[in-house]
């Protein structure tokens, strides 16, 4: 084979080379980006995964403690608190450390209002946000009652932040902001 054909022969294979060396980089890397992709979807699943579990199971707890508190089953109320829970609410003295000590102070307060037993309802949360074990939301609220033998309905704003734990989530805040409209 003279030399000028044996030149383009060696050219012509080394392009062909060249060409199915790029292609196999390129599938590669192609591969290489897929993975990724992949790995980054499932992580990022399973995390989104994560958030609306605890999205679920916050709710669920919220739920609960609603319908303790309207049942007057105070002792569940308090149990789904952490020992120290910081509480702000519309009555004095305004600023309670614990479950329990809001709950006593809301007998008391009922009982120099001549209020009964409310009741409270929520909306669905206007703000939520999940954190490394921890939430905070806010809920719109109404909470009703008799005063004096009057009807009374409060509407207003829940907000409370939880803390996951081993026994599931426990409440850490709550503070409400109240209007007042007699019927």
């Not at 309670?96 to 007998?107: G, K, L, N």
């Not at 033998?149 to 805040?173: D, H, I, Q, S």
Request: proline content about 4%; some cysteine; overall charge positive.
């Amino acid at each position: 084979m003279p030399f000028a054909q044996r030149a383009r022969r060696v050219m012509f294979e080394a392009d062909v080379c060249a060409k199915e060396n790029a292609v196999s980089r390129s599938a590669r890397g192609a591969r290489s980006w897929a993975f990724l992709a992949t790995s980054m979807l499932f992580l990022m699943g399973g995390s989104s995964t994560a958030v609306a579990s605890d999205a679920t199971d916050v709710e669920a707890t919220i739920e609960k403690r609603v319908v303790d508190f309207n049942r007057g089953d105070f002792k569940s109320f308090v149990a789904a608190c952490a020992p120290r829970t910081a509480i702000v609410d519309g009555f004095p003295p305004y600023a309670w450390p614990s479950c329990s000590a809001w709950i006593a102070d809301y007998q008391a307060n009922n009982k120099a209002l001549q209020a009964t037993h409310g009741t409270l309802e929520i909306g669905n949360p206007v703000y939520q946000e999940f954190n490394a074990g921890r939430a905070y939301l806010i809920y719109p609220a109404t909470f009703s009652d008799m005063q004096k033998g009057k009807p009374v309905e409060y509407k207003g704003t829940w907000t409370m932040t939880l803390k996951k734990t081993r026994n599931g989530w426990a409440f850490t805040g709550s503070a409400s902001a109240w209007g007042v409209n007699s019927f």
